[in-house]
């Protein structure tokens, strides 16, 4: 188990096939804040059904995507 294992349950609960979330909604699920060692572990998502697409530093925000069935 990995401590991002709530954000990547959060997605699989949400179902939409893309959607962004800020930081400080990341915040929210997580309890606290990403950092670094996210890139590390955005790979992670696949095992839920998501991609991490791209992390916009200057927005503040996180692209996530929905694998299809045959990924």
């Known amino acids: 188990m990995s401590k ?6 959060h997605l ?3 179902d939409r096939s893309q959607f962004r979330l800020s930081f400080d909604e990341i ?3 997580l309890g606290f804040e ?8 955005k790979k992670e998502a696949k095992d839920y ?3 991490v ?4 530093l200057k927005e503040k925000h996180v692209l996530f ?7």
């Open 34 to 41: 990403i950092d670094h060692s996210f890139l590390n572990y």
């Open 49 to 51: 059904g998501y991609q």
């Open 27 to 29: 915040k929210e699920v």
């Open 65 to 71: 995507q929905k694998l299809n069935e045959e990924q």
């Open 4 to 9: 991002y294992d709530p954000l990547w349950k």
């Open 12 to 14: 699989k609960e949400d």
């Open 53 to 56: 697409g791209k992390i916009s």
